[in-house]
């Protein structure tokens, strides 16, 4: 319809197929609007102020003509009204990202009769973007049966993309849905920051990114660090924020920074400074025993402290000293202390090796996730020695 006349309706009736029909008592015509486009088409003119209408199984319209005082009937006017019927009989499943799925939108279908063999097929520009993910209608359904079929959208280009959902029966008898949605999409690109970076051992390095929208995207997207297979030993990733609201046309920063860990022991197991290992190359062998002249030296301590500390309790005097009970209390416990302590050291080795993160060059994925749809940007991470 190409006038911009006002109408004023006064009867509204709705076919099997769906298509809407108005009566418009201040042009005295039937307008069609399709369910489909949208489109709006004039179905009947002449008439005397129409007013209330309705159709029949087999498509019929009748109408009440006000100014003529008298009912009309249109043979044909619309769809007739089949035993299947999908509601709703169309749905736009809006934005989703290309690669990710939308959730589910219920279609339910209703029969009036008992129907067999039934079939769900979609047809159309895109079919193969939008897919029956569940539905428990099986191959029949009773008289007044209903059932539910679950579709999402999952776009496979951007862009504007639509099908139609069709259930047909053994017969001739169908019902349709229109189905619609946008493909859009996004990027994770680097944001000033040089693809590799270094650090040494138990230091920090930060990467800067972007979310970027491609097309009309929008909405939220998390931000998920590499899994920790992936990482290095003993390194770990935190993202900031952990997620980045996009709005359509904005790139939206945030950044993400690996921690590496530095213990001050550098390859192999570390103990004291009489029994400490060999490190050779890349290997390491076991610590070696301190020789019998070092095993010597704190068992003569040992002795000598219990002397001091056994003549101290009996009030003798300790190598010709006078009897100074609180200088030889005090000696006792310093050399009995010292051979203990290294005693000690000799037998428990108990700092690990591998307590820091090794040396090297890692890639790593750096990924978001919106909407089911995932994408990544990966950089690379030098570790140095410290």
């Known amino acids: 319809m190409t006038d911009n006349s006002v109408v004023c309706p006064a009867g509204l009736a709705v076919d099997g197929g769906g298509n809407l029909f108005v009566a418009d008592a201040s042009s005295g015509r039937i307008l069609r609007v399709d369910v489909k486009s949208s489109e709006v088409t004039v179905a009947a003119t002449g008439l005397q102020s129409p007013g209330d ?56 279908l ?48 951007t862009g504007s993309r639509a099908a139609t959902l069709t259930v047909a029966d053994s017969g001739t008898d169908s019902a349709t849905a229109s189905l619609s949605g946008t493909g859009d999409d996004y990027e994770i690109t680097l944001n000033g920051s040089p693809q590799e970076q270094s650090t040494f051992q138990g230091g920090t390095v930060t990467f800067n990114f972007n979310v970027t929208p491609v097309g009309v995207f929008g909405g939220v997207v998390t931000i998920v660090c590499p ?32 921690a590496t860990t530095f213990n001050g022991v550098i390859g192999g197991t570390a103990t004291s400074a009489f029994l400490s290992p060999i490190v050779t190359g890349n290997r390491t062998k076991p610590p070696t025993r301190p020789s019998s002249a070092l095993w010597a030296f704190p068992a003569i301590l040992l002795v000598l402290g219990g002397t001091v500390a056994l003549r101290a309790f009996s009030g003798r005097p300790t190598l010709g000293w006078p009897r100074r009970q609180n200088l030889q209390w005090l000696l006792a416990a310093l050399l009995v202390a010292y051979a203990a302590l290294f005693l000690g050291a000799c037998h428990h080795n108990t700092i690990q090796a591998g307590l820091n993160t090794p040396v090297g060059t890692t890639s790593l994925t750096v990924r978001g996730t919106a909407q089911n749809a995932g994408r990544g940007n990966t950089i690379i991470l030098d570790v140095v020695a410290h």
Do not use: H, W
């Open 53 to 108: 209408m309705s159709f029949d199984t087999s498509g019929n319209l009748y109408v009440a003509e006000q100014g003529a005082d008298r009912l009309l009937e249109f043979l044909a006017m619309g769809q007739a009204a089949g035993n299947l019927t999908l509601t709703p009989s169309t749905f736009d499943f809006m934005d989703q990202p290309t690669g990710g799925a939308t959730p589910t939108q219920d279609f339910k």
């Open 110 to 157: 209703t029969s009036t009769v008992a129907v067999t063999a039934l079939a769900v097929s979609f047809t159309g520009s895109n079919p193969g973007d939008f897919q029956a993910v569940s539905n428990n209608c099986g191959t029949s359904l009773p008289a007044m049966g209903m059932c539910d079929i679950n579709v999402d959208f999952a776009p496979s280009a």
């Open 227 to 258: 899994v920790s297979s992936q990482l290095p030993a003993l390194t770990t990733c935190t993202p900031n924020p952990s997620s980045v609201t996009v709005t359509p046309g904005t790139p939206a920063p945030f950044s993400v920074t690996f």
